[in-house]
């Protein structure tokens, strides 16, 4: 029997056709372990209080995390630290010296966590995510990387995670008071301070009693900064003012403000109650009891406030409405605008073998065109938590403790980072129970918001030293006596001077050289 015999051209293209064989399987092996198995990346991060989470017999088991690896192509191993004291087991595991490839912060400059970027615990991440995070380079805004909470001294050793809603708070209204008496929504501080009247007399709630709120909010003024924004002097942020960044709690127009608020005390406008109120006496008033008129809270979630109310006053109506316009005619708000970074930092320790394959795993959440991972990370599982009809997506919007537990899962807790689909993409809001608020509470809040020229800036040493300086302290001190009729307002300007003296003038100056040296 004779041989067999190649000619050249045929011997060519076998040849070629091996090369392009192995070169595809190099392709493949490249996002696994040399074994063909899917590369493993241990994970430590918290349980964010979730019961679906703290109640899981295996975490690393659930249906939500196994479609996420088969997705990326990688094998999870999660260590989850429990939400209550989370950040003393994050000091615990940093202590016990066995880290895993990727580690859940709250920042780089958290107390837990800056101890370890000065002794080389943590990987500066700059040149990995040039080579391999070129979609976490290009879809996470340059600020975010400038963050102190995820760089230090030019180097970057954390990714963020978005927050596409940096105005947390809006002003909330019962509605069903205001068509009670027939009234408009309020625009400026007067009209405002003339609704709060009208609660208070002409009993909107219809019970024959003068039992209303008119205006509540809790401790150190949370949930209650809407009228020292509208005179531009939110206590909790900071201006850049005169070639100095000064806290606003100082600025003239404080004066103004804090009248405001000593009328609002005295007519019992505002809840006399407010200065110690804890947050569950706060929400037994405006959801279980139903009496109080205005007030300010989420503004991503009115729909659960809502249906909380409800539950308890089923006639009740909300209504999302912009917040007091002061002297100036700019809108002001109930905080200040946060930061484009959201709740969390991923940083990678120095002792991470295979630390480009986590990056392309981060990498992976910002791909473009993966329908499959957004629809998921949307919606969940195919038949579990939504079905498809044609090109359409039926949701099942939860409803149940176990239901909104399986979404908190797939929309936030497996979802390392990426864009956050579930608080921006408008069909998916629109269609939720009270979606229409929803979205009215979105673009109310992306209206408004107090600018704070003083984001993100470190503790000061001279703030460290004498804690009492900060809003909480001293001014809190004063503002309470003013509000409450202990002390004249008058005095306003004795005790910013005061403030100065006992080490204002150097924290002024402290902040002032951060923002020149890194804001300006």
């Known amino acids: 029997m004779g041989k067999l015999r190649f000619k050249p051209l045929l011997l060519i293209s076998l040849l070629t056709l091996i090369i392009a064989l192995v070169g595809c399987k190099d392709e493949e092996v490249s996002s696994e372990s040399k074994d063909g198995k899917a590369k493993e990346i241990t994970v430590a991060l918290g349980s964010g209080g979730a019961s679906y989470i703290e109640g899981h017999q295996d975490i690393n088991q659930d249906e939500y995390v196994k479609t996420t690896e088969k997705m990326a192509g990688v094998d999870l191993k999660l260590d989850v630290l429990p939400h209550e004291n989370y950040e003393q087991n994050l000091q615990l595991l940093l202590a016990g010296g066995e880290l895993p490839d990727l580690l859940q912060t709250k920042g780089i400059n958290t107390p837990e966590i800056a101890p370890a970027i000065d002794a080389g615990v943590l990987m500066p991440l700059n040149d990995l995510l040039d080579k391999y995070g070129k979609n976490l380079k290009k879809h996470i805004p340059e600020e975010s990387w400038n963050s102190p909470r995820v760089s230090k001294d030019g180097q970057i050793f954390g990714i963020p995670q978005e927050n596409p809603i940096r105005n947390c708070c809006v002003t ?14 309020p625009k400026t501080v007067d009209e405002y301070v003339e609704m709060l009247r009208a ?17 509540s909010a809790r401790e150190n003024f949370a949930f209650g900064h809407q009228f020292f924004a509208a005179y531009g002097v939110h206590p909790d942020a900071w201006s850049y003012e005169d070639g100095k960044l000064i806290p606003n709690f100082i600025k003239p127009e404080m004066k103004e403000a804090l009248e405001v608020y000593q009328t609002l005390y005295d007519e019992k406008l505002l809840d006399n109650e407010f200065l110690v109120q804890q947050g569950k006496d706060w929400d037994a008033k405006i959801l279980g009891s139903g009496v109080v008129g205005m007030w300010a809270q989420t503004s991503a979630a009115p729909d659960a406030i809502v249906s ?11 209504a999302i409405i912009p917040s007091p316009v002061g002297p100036s005619g700019e809108p002001g708000g109930v905080y200040p605008i946060g930061s484009s970074v959201s709740d969390y930092i991923w940083t990678i320790p120095q002792d991470t073998e295979n630390p480009e394959e986590v990056i392309k795993f981060m990498d992976w959440y910002y791909e ?3 329908d499959e991972a957004d629809q998921f990370f949307l919606y969940g599982l195919e038949e579990k938590d939504h079905t498809v009809e044609g090109d359409e997506v039926a949701y099942k919007y939860p409803e149940t403790n176990e239901e909104v537990g399986r979404q908190f899962m797939y929309q936030q807790w497996i979802h390392f980072t990426g864009p956050k689909n579930y608080l921006t993409n408008e069909e998916f809001i629109k269609n939720k129970p009270n979606g229409d ?42 503002a309470a006596k003013v509000i409450t009729g202990k002390e004249s307002v008058d005095n306003f300007d004795t005790f910013v001077s005061d403030w100065k003296k006992r080490g204002g003038e150097d924290l002024i100056n402290e902040a002032t050289k951060w923002y020149n040296d890194t804001q300006k």
């Open 368 to 370: 473009q065109g993966n």
């Open 308 to 318: 909380k109310l409800k539950a308890n006053h089923p006639d009740a109506e909300v």
């Open 437 to 478: 608020l929803i979205y009215h509470s979105l673009s109310v809040a992306e209206k408004e918001g107090v600018i704070d020229e003083g984001l993100e800036m470190p503790a000061m040493e001279t703030l460290k030293a004498r804690p009492e300086l900060d809003y909480d302290g001293l001014w809190l001190e004063f």
């Open 172 to 185: 909330y209204v019962r509605q069903d008071w205001l068509d009670n008496m027939g009234l408009e929504v």
């Open 199 to 215: 609660f208070k007399t002409e009993d909107p709630n219809g019970n024959g009693k003068q039992d209303e709120i008119p205006f």
